[in-house]
Structure formats: structure tokens, C-alpha cells
């Protein structure tokens, strides 16, 4: 079964930077558009960035633009996401998505990794 690995959580202090990685096990599952959405308690998952397989077309959600920068490494079937200048409302689940697209009424994901916690707190 395909799979998507997310790895590089942890806790900071705010101001502070974190960079996610999301492995994807098969090469078929990494040929799509690739993201991140992250969910705290009590609260709906939300899309954070979106990158296209190229890597020519990145989108981010308003609350994360100018900190955080979507990459990946098609060579590693991987996609990164670089966090800087976090914030404790950045503090989330965070889940890798493959396939993912905006249908209208937001961007969603088709496969979905296990999710990697992200902790800001001074």
C-alpha cells in the first residue's frame, strides 16, 4: 500500500525554524501535486501550501505566507516544508498529502501521511 512518511516535527521557541520532510514509498504517488495541512484539537484540518510535481507552482495559506516554503526533491520522491519565524498558533498536526487539489471549496488531498507534531512554546 502506497504510503506518505512525514518526519522532522518537534518542539521550538517561537521565532524559531523547523523543516518537515514527507517521503512517499511508491514514485506513482509522488507524480502528483504535493502538500501540507496541519490540524490542532477541536478544529478542522486546513490546507497550508501546495506544490505542483514540477515545482514551478507553489500556493500557501494567508496565516503561513512569507514563513513557510514548500520544495521538493523528485530524485527522493520527497516534498519539504520549511518553517521560519513560528509562531505558537503554528503548533498543529501536520500531515503530508499527495494528490492534492483545489475541487472549489478548498484544497484537499487524495493520500495523506500519519502526520508529524509541531510545537511552538516558550
Known amino acids: 500500500q502506497a504510503q506518505l512518511a512525514e518526519s522532522g516535527g518537534g518542539s521550538v521557541q517561537p521565532g524559531g525554524s523547523l523543516k518537515l520532510s514527507c517521503a512517499a514509498s511508491e514514485r506513482a504517488l509522488a507524480s502528483y501535486s504535493m502538500g501540507w495541512f496541519r490540524r490542532t484539537p477541536g478544529k478542522e484540518r486546513e490546507f497550508v501550501a501546495v506544490i505542483t510535481y514540477s515545482g514551478a507552482h507553489t500556493f500557501y495559506a494567508d496565516s503561513v505566507k512569507g514563513r513557510f516554503t514548500i520544495s521538493r526533491d523528485n530524485s527522493k520522491n520527497s516534498v519539504y516544508l520549511q518553517m521560519d519565524n513560528l509562531r505558537p498558533e503554528d503548533t498543529a498536526l501536520y500531515y503530508c498529502?499527495?494528490?492534492?487539489?483545489?475541487?472549489?471549496?478548498?484544497?484537499?488531498?487524495?493520500?495523506w501521511g500519519q502526520g508529524t507534531q509541531v510545537t511552538v512554546s516558550s
Open positions: 498529502g499527495a494528490d492534492v487539489n483545489n475541487l472549489g471549496s478548498g484544497y484537499t488531498s487524495r493520500y
